[in-house]
């Protein structure tokens, strides 16, 4: 990328999503939906990859690059910058189980990306960013119903 191109890059995300032994159920319906955020703008895969454990923890690492038929994925693929390096690899499989397999993805997210832009111009910078699990929202939002139904 060129230095313009770079002023203007949105905050870049990555995330692993695992997939424990025997509870992949792999239809393409994921392929569709990254295809699908991706032919929006609302996002750029910058890399991707496979990740498999085996049950005694011995990791294999693939990069969507090297996987084989990519089907729907050889437009995003062309793009791949493969940014993830090998200590890279290995410190986001620390965190998975073994016998299992998990899909990791490195973005731009393209629908901030102006704003972002006109923030670095005005002089801001990202000090803190963070994620909230659907889960942790999903928990208060009953608490906060049984709650009400209890009086509180």
Excluded: C
């Excluded at 942790?136 to 209890?150: F, P, V």
């Amino acid at each position: 990328m060129d230095e313009h191109a770079l002023d203007e890059l949105g905050p870049v995300d990555y995330l692993v999503v695992e997939f424990p032994a025997g509870e992949a159920n792999f239809t393409g319906e994921i392929v569709r939906e990254l295809v699908n955020l991706v032919d929006a703008g609302t996002i750029r895969v910058i890399d991707a990859m496979v990740l498999t454990k085996d049950e005694n923890g011995a990791l294999d690492a693939v990069e969507l690059a090297d996987a084989g038929d990519l089907g729907a994925l050889v437009e995003i693929e062309s793009q791949l910058a493969e940014l993830l390096a090998a200590d890279d690899v290995a410190h986001l499989a620390n965190a998975m189980e073994p016998g299992s397999t998990a899909g990791v993805l490195v973005y731009e997210n393209l629908w901030a990306a102006p704003f972002a832009a006109a923030t670095r111009r005005a002089g801001g910078q990202l000090i803190a960013n963070g994620r909230i699990p659907i889960q942790a929202i999903i928990a208060s939002i009953e608490a906060d119903a049984l709650h009400e139904t209890a009086g509180v």
